[in-house]
């Protein structure tokens, strides 16, 4: 299906939070001050906020932001635009990414602590694509289809790997990979 493409486009965006932004959190200030506790981050502990913010965030588009939605702005969130809605939370959450690394090559250093900002929202992303498109595709699909539609859904998890593969190896074979 045609949804599948658009899917396997998300992961290959969201494969980002791995790499090209532990990439740039390696260039922010990584020493942290919270609640008290000080210390050294490595680049690759914010990642691992996603886990967490997922099953936080999971009650909260269900029983608040999409009901919200629904009852107060009138708007039915049928599947479809739940995963569109996350198709442009996701590009959001590269405009945060952008604007810092715009100031990070001004020479300002900040705190690795922003990250966190574009991480929810592409964990919000995440919420809407991903959890709404596994339902989606599993009660859509036939009973006799419905092992089928979900391995179909896990290969656009590698396609988005693929992309994400192609993309780095295009950009190093002209000399922009930024590691």
Known sequence: SKIFVAIAVFWALFDQHGSSWVL???EMNLDVNILGWSGTLLPSQIPALNPIMVMCLIPIFTFGVYPFFEKKLKIEMTPLRKIG?????CAASFVFVAIYQ???DGGTQL???WQV???LVITMAEVMVSITGLEFAY???PRSMKSTIMSMWLLTVFFGNMI???VALF???FGLSGG
């Open 24 to 26: 740039q959190a390696k």
């Open 164 to 166: 994400t593969a192609y």
């Open 111 to 113: 705190s690795v602590l």
């Open 85 to 89: 809605a996350g198709m442009f939370v």
């Open 117 to 119: 900002i574009p991480f």
């Open 102 to 104: 715009y100031i990070l």
């Open 139 to 141: 009660t859509q699909a």
């Open 171 to 173: 950009a190093e074979s």
